[in-house]
């Protein structure tokens, strides 16, 4: 009876370390899925933090060429201008007698 006594002791020992066994990995499990989510929050906001950057670096970028493009377009198209009044102040009269030939039919 004894040894049967000892045995049920035992027994309920060993379930009671199972159950604590069995709540520390609940509790290890619980700490391992906050610290997965306080590292997947940290990742996200890094990621994001750095898409941020690159966005404003593009659009920096992006301004500065469109500027440097309108710069280089003002600057051909007033090229093209003093180029077309040169012509027309060497070759008014030249064109207006043209233009009137044709109109007369000459």
Request: aromatic share 2%; glycine share 2%; net charge negative.
């Amino acid at each position: 009876m004894e040894q049967m006594e000892t045995v049920i002791t035992r027994l309920s020992e060993i379930e009671g370390a199972a159950v604590h066994l069995e709540e520390l990995a609940a509790e290890q499990k619980k700490e391992l899925a906050a610290e997965y989510e306080r590292k997947t929050e940290a990742f996200d906001r890094e990621i994001d933090a750095q898409t941020e950057e690159k966005l404003k670096q593009l659009k920096e970028r992006l301004m500065r060429e469109a500027k440097e493009n309108l710069v280089a377009m003002r600057s051909e198209t007033e090229r093209e201008l003093a180029a077309m009044e040169e012509e027309y102040e060497q070759n008014h009269g030249k064109m207006a007698a043209e233009i009137l030939k044709r109109m007369i039919g000459e």
